[in-house]
């Protein structure tokens, strides 16, 4: 629904960037970073950790090699 997609939207940016899955938890007003999993990976597919380990290393300056 409309609440959820709006409450999840900055989250897959937030782990791509490798910010840690308890803290987006907690600035989206989950209590617990479990919580947040459960809904992320119903709304996803994913789970949140899955894109942050995706993503990790992928920052600037690295080499490309």
């Keep these: 629904d409309y609440v959820n997609d709006r409450k999840i939207r900055p989250a897959p940016r937030r782990l791509r960037a ?14 617990h970073a479990h919580d947040f999993s459960r809904f992320y990976r119903r709304q996803t597919g994913r789970n949140p950790s899955e894109l942050v380990h995706a993503f990790a290393g992928r920052g ?3 080499n490309p090699d």
Excluded: I, P, T
């Excluded at 490798?18 to 989950?30: H, M, Q, R, S």
């Design 60 to 62: 600037e300056g690295r």
């Design 18 to 31: 490798g910010e840690a899955v308890k803290k987006v938890a907690l600035d989206l007003g989950y209590r």
